[in-house]
């Protein structure tokens, strides 16, 4: 083997060792680069935040302890109190907001009332008889039979009758000496209603009449029968009532939050069942003075022609009044849609341009009355200014991530800011399929209230076994609020809140069975979110107080978000059960 000499061996050494120092110096220099720009990355003043949990505020990035949502950077520059979040045209149609002007218009309401038709109290009127005695044949014989003036109706034995017609017959034989006393046999007679030639009749005969003819006196429909063949009747007792259908009252209900807003000589456009797709209309021409205190309503009154008869009392009607209301001759209205509730405050949102860029300003509004799908502001806006009119929750959503002044934050009612592409945390409202939705309350018995109380009751178990996640618990619960639901008997006098109410049973029935009838856990909890949404809305519209709470929590199904029930404030998600069980917030005390 070749001998390796001393001085080839110094020099490999010297070599390692400075190749050594040089790669620790280098790879400090990499490790102080990479911790530099970390901690430029995520410096000192970087704030991360939970779109969820607005609360949640660290200055490093990870996941939220509350609902295990990844965290969000928050835009520090935009942050800044004097600096606007810009918002591109792009980013307003990928977060479909839209604006409209606010304008001035007349404050003109349509009024739907619902009404049934019925008979013409004027024209109703009772058939009596005209003497005592025993009805031995009645020509009429059921309700709904047409009568005419002179008919007769009812042949009756009359004691009385016989007696008075064998008085006419002596007062006859002396007539010539004693014409007074013919004369007042006579008269008997025609108080009885006997005409003329009923009594010229009696005469020629030269015997009395056992049974006796009773006339109509009018012509008309009967619309209610009171005797049969062989019923005893007085003197000027009632036989029949007798309608003329010629003449009709649309009889419409008005709730008392419209009184004030229907007078009479309002035009009335309504539409019939019976008659699809064919128009009606006429003119009030009566409101009862007075309310009704059971049902909180009045009738309005329209007098309908029915010459040919071709509408029938008890046909049911759907009317539209157009009411001038009476706040002036113009107002500011403005989209149902552009409004904002929390609490008490009620916001909109108002585009502004600053600098060339739009910006948004929240603005606190006062509202005035309800115009269909339209409010009247009193208070907040003037005319031309920009509102948003679609997508108003999510630049309340972006207000909110970056901490600035928002439906759930009032610092600044009228603070500015802006929203760009890279802050939209869009919270859409999903509105179920097959809700039955409607902001109108009705007045209804207390036994009434306390069914729907407990179909609140039954939904209890089913949500917080879903909670647990236990099928076959949320299984056992469901029969008992299906049945509670059927049980409650509308048994209700106002006709509106009646049909409200099979709206929202069979809403309620058919979810009830979904879930009953499924055994996928996702499924179940699909159907449990349109079930909460309509007892939601039936407790509000029947006015329930429970004593609970309605939750929402925006990350289910999808970030579609869902609302559910619940009798404590505690969060218990329903949709997620122990995967993120605390995620969601109380939205509105019930």
């Known amino acids: 083997m070749k001998k390796i000499n001393k001085q080839t061996i110094i020099i490999a050494l010297i070599t390692l060792f400075v190749g050594f120092l040089i790669g620790n110096l280098l790879q400090s220099d990499d490790s102080d680069q990479q911790i530099s720009e970390h901690e430029h990355q995520h410096g000192e003043d970087d704030v991360w935040t939970c779109p969820m949990h607005l609360q949640i505020r660290q200055n490093e990035p990870g996941k939220c302890p509350i609902c295990g949502m990844a965290l969000v950077k928050v835009d520090q520059e935009n942050s800044a109190e ?31 009332l619902s009404g049934k038709i019925k008979p013409d109290e004027r024209f109703i009127s009772s058939q009596s008889s005209h003497i005592d005695g025993r009805i031995e044949k009645l020509m009429v014989s059921y309700t709904g039979e047409f009568v005419k003036k002179g008919q007769v109706i009812a042949n009756v034995y009359s004691p009385e009758l016989v007696n008075a017609e064998k008085e006419l ?30 009594i010229d009749e009696i005469l020629a005969a030269g015997k009395p009449k056992d049974y006796f003819p009773i006339l109509s006196d009018l012509s008309g429909i009967v619309v209610d029968k009171k005797v049969n063949e062989g019923d005893h009747v007085m003197e000027g007792a009632s036989m029949f009532k007798i309608a003329d259908l010629s003449k009709l009252w649309l009889l419409l209900e008005v709730n008392e939050s419209d009184i004030s ?108 009355p309800k115009l269909d799908d339209q409010y009247i502001i009193s208070e907040g806006l003037t005319e031309g200014e920009q509102i948003v009119v679609s ?30 592409k890279s802050t939209q945390i869009p919270i859409p409202q999903i509105e179920q399929v097959g809700v039955n939705l409607s902001d109108t309350v009705f007045q209804v ?36 609020l299906i049945q509670a639901i059927s049980d409650v008997d509308s048994g209700l006098s106002d006709s509106r809140a009646k049909e409200e109410w099979q709206k929202d049973k069979s809403v309620l029935i058919a979810n009830g069975q979904k879930i009953s009838q499924e055994s996928d856990l996702a499924e179940m909890r699909k159907a449990l979110s349109p079930l909460s949404d309509q007892l939601y809305h039936s407790l509000k519209k029947f006015d329930v107080n429970t004593g609970g709470y309605r939750q929402y929590c925006p990350m289910a199904f999808d970030y579609k978000g869902a609302y559910w029930l619940s009798d404590s404030d505690e969060i218990l998600n329903p949709y997620f059960g122990d995967e993120m069980l605390t995620c969601g917030n109380v939205e509105e005390d019930l």
């Open 169 to 198: 017959f002596v007062a006859h034989r002396m007539k010539d000496t004693q014409p007074e006393l013919f004369a007042a046999a006579v008269e008997k007679l025609k108080n009885w209603k006997l005409t003329n030639r009923q």
């Open 261 to 368: 807003n229907v007078k009479v000589g309002d035009q009335v456009d309504y539409t019939i069942q019976s008659f699809p797709g064919e128009q009606f209309a006429g003119i009030i021409t009566f409101i009862d003075p007075v309310i009704n205190p059971d049902t909180r309503v009045a009738f309005a009154r329209v007098t309908i022609d029915n010459p040919t008869g071709r509408l029938k009392p008890e046909m049911f009607a759907i009317a539209t009044v157009k009411s001038q209301l009476r706040t002036g001759d113009e107002k500011i209205q403005v989209p149902a849609s552009a409004i904002l509730w929390t609490g008490k405050r009620s916001i909109v949102y108002v585009k502004q341009q600053v600098n060339g860029e739009p910006v948004f300003q929240l603005r606190e509004v006062t509202l005035g």
């Open 445 to 480: 018995p207390s036994a009434f209230k306390l069914a729907i109380r407990g179909i609140y009751e039954a939904y209890l178990p089913v949500k917080e076994a879903l909670v647990e996640s236990d099928v076959m618990k949320v299984k056992s619960f469901v029969p008992a």
């Open 391 to 420: 997508g108003a929750f999510s630049v309340d959503a972006a207000a909110q991530l970056e901490g600035k002044p928002s439906m759930m934050n009032k610092d600044d009612k009228n603070a500015v800011f802006a929203v760009n």
């Open 82 to 112: 004097s600096a606007n979040l810009k918002m591109s045209d792009a980013a307003m149609k990928l977060a479909n907001i839209v604006t409209e002007e606010v304008r001035l218009d007349r404050t003109e309401k349509n009024i739907r």
